[in-house]
């Protein structure tokens, strides 16, 4: 890099922003400071929107943004931005939503052109320098708007302003009527759509590339354990099994990548995503429960170790990511030849796992090879050996675990150490997910550690929440995603350790999301509240894309609090929120997991279970590890009885008998007796979990 003189940016906390600090482009960061000097000078605003972890964003930088030729256009004729979209997905979700109205797809970098009152006229994602890839480049397209801006002027704000128009009628949600009924069929449609798209051989839902979308799974789970129709179970399995065996797992350190860029889930784009890999843990815990099968365990259990290696700050909060680069090359970090396998475990060894991880001469990727199971099942290796599985996997962890060491002392990528109110809380609710089916206490001393690091740092004086913490700086008022994840991991805190506290710290941030965020009119949760910087347009988002949405995630947070605190207001609120956007969800049911997870436990989340008197020495860990999806639970103590009835109203009259633990059963408005046998218990779950 020649000597600069930095941007802007040299002054933002951003790992992305900084990034471009020493572009010669004289970048902005999003604010009121860069619109105004649009308007001064009457120039187009030029948006770029990404993150550090994006290979493309990169490329995009290295071709462009770090050109001298493009720089003079950019420096000359627009007012320049750089966005963040993990610190402000507010702005992201906005520019995407025009993106995919105007190209019919969307991704990063996004880049949007808009008016000096920020309302766009262009949007597309990666642009080369000049025309390739069967793409038009910035050098070509630049010009033509610049011609546009300059001897068009009215024609182009007319197009903002009707793209603006056309947006705004959308992401809205609609007003109910008193003739508007729930419909529960969307369950067995969205079943449908899922085994309509769902690709047989390797799993997922359509072609190449292959994103996770664990939460689509989730819910089929779910499907399969109340219809016991075997083909959700398939599917999913199909899908947990075929990702795990390709090269989007990483089968020496562990954890996930983004997405495959094929069918076969083999090549990545191998950037680490912490969202991805908590909601990955989550599902596959889930299979784990209404399978039986360990592999499952395993594999999360090694997404826990990575996470909590390589992804976890010293105060308890979690990083956000891991780049796809490094050495300026994709993947090299994680790639291998049979040579350098041989020179770590020796000739022999080496020679047997490069069979067993297909790691060939030829290679899999840019001439080498990306470790992966693609060409054998542990059990067919097993038998070709003539041996077990288990010592088949035991030899192959020892060798594992010295190539990992070995790996250790390269180049590793970079890392996006920013922690993210939302992805934190995410992983929260995996650990916790883990210690209640697991039972490892670590896994609950990371999670409690992570939730005070929350409280700590990324809440301010008044309780509000705060989006972003890095080097010492919290920024960026919280976003739906990080009241609904965050509200999410408390409860899911609290049915593992029945600390109150976990709950009242739910119930407050759910008021204070509706304080903030709910709509009146139409009902439904804006994307960013009415505090916070108001953008061109305030939109609600229900489809869930890689990670599910904030009002995916509301619905089913306020049906299962409407349970806990019997507050028939929050309640009202479901039904609002389940018909707002009922005629969206039901054209296109499949990209809604979260509202369809969220309706089915409206309709069938009916069961309590309520543990009364000290349990203090009793086997919880035996009823919590159930697969129970649309049962909540809560402990009535023998202390503090009346504080925590007020909270939690349904352990109101919930008395332990004799003093020993006591257990109550409730369904439909009813209980059944109570009983302090905790087999008899157990016996009901299994009978309901198989």
Known sequence: MTHRQPNLLLKEKSPYLLQHAYNPIQWYPWG???????????????????????????????????????????????????????????????????????????????????????????????????????????????????????????????????????????????????????????????????????????????????????????????????????????????????????????????????????????????????????????????????????????IAEQIFTYVLRDMTDEQGGFYCAEDADSEGEEGKFYVWTPEEIKQVIGEQDGAWFCQLYDITEEGNFEGKSIPNLLHHTWSEFASAEGTTVENIQQRAEQMREALFHAREARIHPHKDDKMLTSWNALMITALAKGAQVLGHSQYITAAEKAVKFIQQHLMDEEGRLLARYRDGEAAFKGYVDDYAFLIWSLTTLYEVTFNPQYMELAIQLQEKQNELFWDEQQGGYYFYGNDSEQLLLRLKEIYDGAMPSGNGISTYNLARLAKWTMREDWNDMVEQQLLSFQEAVSKYPMGYALYVTGLDFYLHGNEQLVIAGDIKGTDMSKVQAAYKPNTIMAHAPNEEREQWEKLIPIVADKQSIHEMTTYYVCEDFSCQAPTTSLEYVLTKHHKETT
């Open 32 to 298: 009121e400071a860069a619109f105004q000097k649009a308007k001064q000078e009457n120039k187009p605003v030029f948006v770029s929107i990404g993150y550090s972890t994006c290979h493309w964003c990169h490329v995009m930088e290295k071709e462009s943004f770090e050109d001298e030729e493009v720089a003079a256009i950019l420096n000359e004729n627009f007012i320049s931005i750089k966005v963040d979209r993990e610190e402000r997905p507010d702005v992201d979700h906005l520019y995407m939503a025009v993106c995919q109205a105007l190209t019919g797809q969307g991704g990063w970098p996004l880049t949007v052109i808009l008016t000096p009152q920020q309302q766009p006229f262009f949007a597309g994602t990666y642009f080369p320098k000049q025309r390739k890839y069967n793409r038009n480049g910035l050098l070509e397209i630049l010009p033509q708007i610049i011609h546009k801006w300059n001897e068009e002027p009215q024609r182009v704000i007319n197009s903002a302003e009707q793209i603006t128009e056309q947006i705004s009628s959308r992401h809205l949600g609609q007003k109910q009527s008193k003739e508007d009924t729930i419909n529960s069929a969307i369950l067995h449609e969205a079943f449908k759509r899922y085994a309509e798209y769902f690709e047989p051989t390797y799993g997922g839902f359509g072609s190449a590339p292959k994103f996770p979308t664990s939460h689509n799974l989730s819910y089929l789970l779910r499907y399969y354990h109340k219809t016991k129709n075997e083909k959700a179970l398939h599917m999913v399995e199909t899908t947990l099994d075929a990702m795990y065996r390709g090269g989007m797992y990483d089968h020496i350190g562990f954890g996930f990548a983004r997405y495959a860029t094929d069918e076969k889930w083999l090549v990545p784009h191998f950037e680490k995503m912490l969202y991805d890999n908590a909601l990955l843990a989550i599902t596959y815990l889930e299979a784990y429960q209404i399978t039986g099968k360990q592999q499952y365990a395993t």
